[in-house]
């Protein structure tokens, strides 16, 4: 099964700065790459597919890039409601696998 | 507006059986294939199994396989995940997701929507 590893695990960030995660699969995803963001107690929500490709309704301050197995999403001028965990995923196979999260906390 | 609602989450002993079920509104439920993704408490996002939207095929992940089925009923709009022979590592919030992409007969496990989840708990 294809592994996804993200890092860092924990990032330490302010209001208005510039955040970047990144995300690894283990063998090539081709554009198959997701991200979702969780909310303490809420269900993770779908923000980018397709490497770059925003979801309905999410800000344009996310973007996220990369290709075959390298990948990252930004954050350009982190806002208070995005202190949460992301996740990405590929869905190149049926099993869609996820990484195992970065949390974005307040500095 | 889409909805997903869960139900059947609960403490079982291990060894014992459990059958979740999904209630889906807001969309033509035949055209979507569904499925089941769990979160173990503090732990990333974990795949269990998937049905392509007319039924015709199943998906399970390793950690279930032959412990699990899933099923849809099409006329009732309606999910179900039968688990058996649950262990302590099956314990978690068990979501119902539904795919982005109207297809009756396909399937990719790019989750658009998320249920609110049921919490399944296997301890003695």
């Known amino acids: 099964d294809i592994q996804m590893t993200q890092s860092p695990s924990t990032l330490s960030a302010s209001v208005g700065d510039r955040v970047t995660i990144t995300c690894r699969a283990s063998?090539?995803?081709?554009?198959?790459l997701a991200w979702y963001q969780q909310k303490p107690g809420k269900a993770p929500n779908l923000l980018i597919h397709k490497v770059s490709h925003l979801h309905s309704g999410v800000p344009s301050r996310f973007s996220g890039s990369g290709s075959g197995t390298e990948f990252t999403l930004t954050i350009s001028g982190l806002q208070p409601d995005d202190f949460a965990t992301y996740y990405c995923q590929q869905y190149s196979t049926y099993s869609g696998t996820f990484g195992q999260g970065t949390t974005v906390e307040v500095k | 507006e889409v909805q997903l609602l869960e139900s059947g989450g609960g403490l079982v002993q291990p060894g014992g059986s459990l059958r979740l079920s999904c209630a889906a509104s807001g969309f033509t439920f035949s055209g979507y294939a569904m499925g089941w993704v769990r979160q173990a408490p503090g732990k990333g996002p974990e795949w269990v199994s998937s049905?392509?939207?007319?039924?015709?095929?199943?998906y399970f992940a390793d950690s279930v396989k032959g412990r699990v089925t899933v099923s849809r009923d099409n006329s009732k709009s309606t999910l179900y995940l039968q688990m058996n022979s649950l262990r302590a590592e099956d314990t978690a919030i068990y979501y119902c997701v539904k795919r982005d992409y109207f297809d009756a007969t396909g399937y990719a496990p790019l989750w658009e929507y998320w249920g609110q989840g049921t919490l399944v708990t296997v301890s003695s």
């Open positions: 049905i392509r939207g007319d039924g015709g095929r199943t």
């Open positions: 063998q090539t995803i081709n554009d198959w």
